[in-house]
């Protein structure tokens, strides 16, 4: 009877029959598809911003924690810069020296109405109770150093101040007159480290107060860490002292020659060899 049957009614019982008799596939990977152009354009522009990313922090970056002759740990920051506020990195110091220095916190106290009540309240209440004396030096350090920021342009040099105060407290410093303990004028960059990132990386963060030492670190225009010195919070630094390490490093780098205790620039140096070192020994020896 079934071989009797036409041909087209034939093809359709085969058809009804496999639906039903047919187990159903349980499909366990998912479909691929072709993104949306948009999508694509978007994930390749992530791409190449991340790529950018990683090129910085490895040129500048191999250790978590700043150290001397290593690469410099990479840094990006809001930063006031004249009265703007503005980022900043350790990628535009390239091929200059750059001296980074670290202080405990924006303003110091002077006349009463200097500092607006609220934030006089802030500071005394939740920042200074018992250390007044940790700001007092920070004005005087940051304004020496401006009024010879020149001097290091004229060597190759940058110097940026840093502390863990926000860009806005920054700004409203740099706006106070030096008369009543601000910093008005400033001729260099205020760093915001409020993340505390920057000051971790270079070892100087004062964890149980939660702000830097007076730290000064000082890189070379290879992005290299050349000098590191950290002082106690009340004590303050030379501007001549690092001029000096500036040019000592300079010096070194393009002659080859080591720089002795109280060097400065013009005085004579030590060909780092056994036999030609004795040229300078003998010369102390009949100056004595």
Same mark, same amino acid.
């Given at each position: 009877m079934y071989a009797s049957r036409p041909a087209s009614l034939r093809a359709v019982s085969r058809i009804v029959t496999s639906r039903i008799f047919r187990p159903k596939l349980v499909t366990t990977r998912a479909f691929s598809y072709v993104k949306p152009l948009y999508q694509q354009e978007e994930n390749q522009k992530l791409s190449e911003y991340q790529k950018k990313k990683i090129l910085l922090k490895k040129k500048f970056a191999t250790e978590f924690v700043a150290k001397v002759t290593r690469p410099a740990p990479f840094w990006e920051a809001l930063a006031v810069v004249g009265d703007e506020i503005k980022i900043l990195s350790l990628n535009d110091f390239e091929d200059k020296f750059l001296i980074m220095l670290f202080y405990p916190l924006d303003f110091t106290f002077g006349e009463s109405n200097v500092i607006p009540p609220v934030l006089t309240c802030y500071l005394m209440i939740t920042r200074l109770k018992k250390e007044n004396q940790l700001i007092l030096v920070c004005p005087t350090e940051l304004n020496?150093?401006?009024?010879?920021?020149?001097?290091?342009?004229?060597? /190759?040099?940058?110097?940026?101040?840093?502390?863990?105060?926000?860009?806005?407290?920054?700004?409203?410093?740099?706006k106070m007159p030096r008369g009543q303990g601000g910093i008005g004028g400033i001729k260099i960059p205020l760093v915001a480290d409020y993340s505390k990132k920057i000051s971790e990386d270079y070892g100087v963060l004062y964890e149980e107060k939660g702000i830097p030492f007076r730290g000064t670190v000082?890189?070379?225009?290879? /992005?290299?860490?050349?000098?590191?010195?950290?002082?106690?919070?009340?004590? /303050?630094?030379?501007?001549?002292?690092?001029?000096?390490?500036?040019?000592?490093?300079?010096?070194?780098?393009?002659?080859?020659?080591?720089?002795?205790?109280?060097?400065?620039? /013009?005085?004579?140096?030590?060909?780092?060899?056994?036999?030609?070192?004795?040229?300078?020994?003998?010369?102390?020896?009949?100056?004595?």
């Open positions: 020496a150093f401006s009024d010879r920021a020149q001097e290091f342009k004229n060597i /190759g040099a940058e110097v940026v101040a840093i502390s863990c105060d926000s860009q806005f407290s920054h700004l409203a410093w740099s000082i890189i070379d225009d290879k /992005g290299t860490v050349r000098v590191i010195h950290i002082n106690d919070t009340e004590i /303050g630094r030379s501007v001549d002292e690092v001029l000096r390490l500036v040019q000592a490093i300079q010096f070194a780098n393009d002659y080859g020659e080591v720089c002795p205790a109280n060097w400065k620039k /013009g005085d004579a140096t030590i060909v780092p060899d056994p036999k030609k070192s004795m040229a300078y020994f003998s010369k102390l020896k009949n100056e004595k």
